[in-house]
């Protein structure tokens, strides 16, 4: 007897979607196939006129948790990665407190969280100015990869240069770890920000112009050329725009072994929100032109960029305000773990008139195989873990702060229509999001760790 099947949906893989039913058991599947078999199941579920997708894996999210948490924590937000499709959640190193900085410090969160999240999850460690003997420690604790800002950070972590990253390579290469990068030259925009603040120039164009997309170019750059010296895997985080992306795609045909990420955002929303609407769309790197926004989907689609991601960065309302703290000042993140599921599908099926494999390929497949997940995680495969999102593709939906289960119900999202909506979610086998309602309780959700030898 199987615990859950799923009928007569129509199952999204990476380069076909064929009408089929899934088999699960003790949290796994089973079978998958284009006829319904007649066996018993626990439960059966009527996916006709519906897509089944593996589940979304947001590779880069901040559920500030333990540390920061009147921003969000890891109940909330795991909560709201369950409506928005998302099985497991990779989550940040700062934001932290302490910052995930040493094997001590991952055992010290990974016991914290053991009861409060409803999906999967694994961590980051990360890369800061003092930490290359700690390195080893964190992949040997579970970290599926390691986090480094190249350009300027918040006050609880450290930005690093170029000869932390070519000694942090030397040691990660022959582990197989992967290393991330926040890819913008810091003494490029805390030059800009100076010039800025000491002239008064507190516009939001001011704050855009502070963060060029040459400052991104460059610190892409010093990562590729380190990496061909190196032979480390390396990952750039957030891509905004298609110069850094093209950058990519040719140490890609080099064959660096780089992969590129892009997020929900980068590929909604133009510098013009910002400008018009205010600092609830700033984030860094910064939003780009509408004509660049457009030329970095074509990256998406050949798969240069192959993972979408939140970059969920939450905060309380006040901190976002322009008025007490100016642009400068002002929270640079964007909250979205919730809704990126349904912006992308709502543009790559609706708007766009792509093929639905397109999010298999970028939410589910691509960061898998990055972080280390596949075959476990990243596409419906007899043997993986039974995670999948079931999506009602003509379901139509209004993001209201109200249909948020952030702790602080805001977000750059918010008045965002379309149609497309993940209506079930499923971990493990295990439905723990249905149709509005959270159906499991925190603490299901399980810590991954690296399981390369």
Not at 37 to 54: H, Q, V
Not at 88 to 104: F, H, R, V
Not at 253 to 281: A, M, P, Q, W
Request: charged share 25%; proline share 4%; net charge negative.
């Amino acid at each position: 007897m199987f615990d859950l099947v799923i009928q007569n949906g129509n199952i999204v893989g990476l380069n076909k979607i064929f009408k089929g039913s899934i088999y699960i058991k003790d949290g796994k599947i089973s079978a998958i196939t284009v006829e319904n078999l007649d066996i018993d199941s626990k439960e059966t579920i009527d996916a006709t006129g519906k897509f089944i997708f593996p589940g979304g894996i947001d590779c880069h999210a901040h559920l500030n948790d333990p540390g920061y948490n009147w921003r969000e924590d890891f109940v909330h937000g795991s909560k709201a990665a369950s409506a928005g499709g998302i099985t497991t959640i990779i989550d940040m190193p700062l934001q932290n407190e302490p910052a995930l900085t040493n094997k001590e410090i991952f055992e010290t969160k990974e016991e914290y969280l053991k009861n409060k999240s409803v999906v999967d999850y694994a961590f980051w460690g990360g890369l800061v100015d003092n930490n290359l003997e700690d390195l080893k420690g964190l992949y040997e604790a579970g970290a599926v990869a390691l986090k480094a800002f190249i350009g300027p950070v918040s006050p609880d972590y450290s930005s690093v240069h170029m000869g932390i990253v070519r000694e942090a390579m030397k040691i990660a290469a022959p582990l197989d770890l992967l290393l991330g990068f926040h890819c913008e030259d810091y003494s490029i925009i805390k030059t800009n920000e100076k010039i800025a603040l000491e002239n008064g120039r507190l516009t939001r164009k001011d704050f855009l112009n502070s963060r060029p997309v040459i400052a991104e170019q460059l610190a892409t750059r010093n990562i590729i050329d380190l990496a061909r010296e190196t032979g480390a895997r390396v990952h750039i985080c957030h891509v905004s725009h298609p110069a850094v992306a093209e950058e990519i795609k040719k140490a890609q045909r080099e064959g660096i072994n780089i992969t590129g990420e892009t997020c929900s955002h980068y590929l909604l929303f133009t510098e013009d929100d910002v400008i018009e609407k205010g600092t609830i769309y700033k984030c860094a790197p910064p939003l780009r032109k509408k004509d660049e926004m457009e030329e970095l989907w074509n990256y998406v689609i050949d798969g240069t960029i192959s993972c979408i991601a939140s970059d969920h960065s939450p905060c309380a309302l006040e901190e976002k305000s322009e008025e007490r703290h100016n642009v400068f000042g002002a929270w640079g993140g964007i909250s979205g773990i919730q809704s990126t599921f349904q912006i992308m599908f709502n543009e790559i099926v609706h708007k766009r008139n792509l093929c639905p494999t397109l999010l298999t390929k970028t939410l589910s497949y691509g960061p898998a195989k990055a972080f280390g997940l596949y075959p476990l995680k990243g596409l419906l495969e007899p043997g993986s873990d039974g995670d999948l999102v079931i999506v009602d593709p003509e379901k139509e939906w209004e993001i209201t702060p109200e249909s948020l289960f952030y702790k602080n119900q805001i977000s750059a999202f918010v008045g965002q229509k379309g149609k497309g909506l993940p209506i079930i979610t499923i971990v493990r086998g295990k439905i723990v999001y249905k149709e509005g309602k959270i159906e499991v309780e925190p603490g299901y959700g399980k810590l991954f760790k690296d399981i390369r030898d």
